[in-house]
């Protein structure tokens, strides 16, 4: 039994940077947290500040119900997966995986099956007497995690592990971390700018922006209900067509029930279909001017006929409209989204 | 279009090179040469006939105590002066890596005294600890201790210690700084995490990741007590008392100059020679592996 809980955390560096401008998260025992954002959205600081490598100039965070804004990395009872790794250069691959378990003084034979019982779950057992740059970043990676698991710690910390991976690795030992975690069901806050590693591998996904929460929940549920503008623009790939609607309307877009005042209408690219004869909630036309076909299907980009606000339009299978066409588009009414321009908040 | 200068013949690039090889043969090979060539001859007392003697002054060398002894106190020397001014480097090394807001001023006057001269290094100690005069001798005596460096052997190693010590301390403090600064600060974090106290993740982490900076500047190290000290001692003690502070470098110096033993001086230049070359090629094989992790 192991949760997480950060209330009001903050972040003010020395420089009077203020990096997380109060965080309040839980993560229940066995969870996968996920935290992502932009860049410099404060996701490391809130990360090292849970490790103990930051010191929290605000708020309190608790793991197993034990605050411990003034206790030693040590005494966490935590391991951390570093961006690049952090292997001991000097230790074999054996020694780096004990190494935390001699410095607490468990004994020899027992430090010999827990390195052992990991190195086989990782595959590493081949290289256990190498030196770590003699392995290949995928191996590296896969010692790191090791290291983090031999020792049975009550979270796991992961900073962008798999961001010096090349794609087709990255998405291996994304399934394998997301199994690994299953079983060992470990704690885990995991910070990624990938929104494809954020949705996949969260039980929880926060997202966060300039050191605030904008959203937590579980990844589908912030795609079907993204709770700010933000948000919106954040997830999804490609992003949500947002569209800001004046009070009275657009030139060649019809919206069957559009709130009252100047809004901010929300429709994913994937949700967007060719009106033939079908009616719907929301119809649209715009001018197209390029198209990406990748296969599986085809992204049509374009521009609104009213204001010129750039469309997207993902068709499945192959389509191939000639540039410069006007397409009508359609929707349905369950799949629009409504913010305030204002606040940026999600509208009912 | 070719862009390149190209110089046509082959004089200009010579020409270009004379003056730094002009300057490598006058002031070392040409000397290095003489002293070999030296080494096999006596003169007589007055300087006025040679004899070419082969090996001679090495064997004569060899044979005396007095030589034995200079490498014994060159031996006890290097290696207190060697290990003081690592191991006090380092650990301002360390403090300077933790506290780096101050570390410019901090930087700048552990710096200083690279800058001394050495004579002039061994003069400020040997004022400071004149017997009568010196304000450090002084203040040991009021402590009710005998210091005399002009009497007594060990108090004079102890100042001459102390003195290429003090001077050598900065050198080797800026490469451990950029030692420690090289050192990843994720690979310290992860030992943190992983319950290593600072004094272990010292030993166990850090140390070992900057055993090539350490082996790198012993080797510098002992290069520097064996030749450059010459200055402090000359200046402090004048390898004295009774010949208590006598390097080598010291003896060829005084044996050649004062005792007029020139082959007997030259046969000396050559046994360092040897010595330094050896530890420059150890150096160099070591520079060629680069990293031993
Ligand atoms: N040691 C520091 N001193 C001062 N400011 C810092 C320090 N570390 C980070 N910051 C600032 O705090 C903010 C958050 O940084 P942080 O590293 O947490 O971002 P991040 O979300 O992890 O970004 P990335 O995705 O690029 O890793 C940034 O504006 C950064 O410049
Ligand atoms: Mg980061």
Redesign the pocket.
Known sequence: MSDVRLSEVR?V???G?E??KGVSLTIADGEFCVLV????????????MVAGL?TISGGTCAIDGRVVNEIEPAERDIAMVFQNYALYPHMSVYNNMAYGLRNRGTPKDEIDARVKEAARILEVEPFLERKPKALSGGQRQRVAMGRAIVRKPKVFLF??PLSNLDAKLRIQMRVEIKKLQRALKTTSIY?T?DQLEAMTLADQLVV?NK?RVEQAGRPLELYERPATLFVAGFIGAPPMNLITLPPEGLPGLQLANKPTGKVVLGIRPEHLFEQGSKSADLSLEFTVQAVEAVGAETYIYGALGGNGTEIILREPGKASPALGTRLKVGASAANLHFFDPETSQRLA | MEKRVVFHGKLLPYLLLAPQLLITIVFFYWPAGQAVWQSFLVQDAFGLSTEFVWFENYALLFSKPEYYKSMWTTAVFSTLVAFLSLSIALLFAVQADKHIKFATGYKTLLIWPYAVAPAVAGVLWLFMFQPSLGLVSQAIRALGFQWNPLLDQDHAMALVVMAATWKQISYNFLFFLAGLQAIPKSVIEAAAIDGATPMRRFWTIIFPLLSPTTFFLLVVNVVYVFFDTFGIIDAATQGGPAKGTETMVYKVFSDGRSGGDLGGSAAQSVVLMVIVIALTAIQFRYVERKVQY
């Open positions: 972040k560096y020395a420089g940077v990096a997380v954002g932009p860049s410099g959205c404060g996701k490391s600081t809130l990360l090292r930051e900073d962008e910070v700018h966060m050191g």
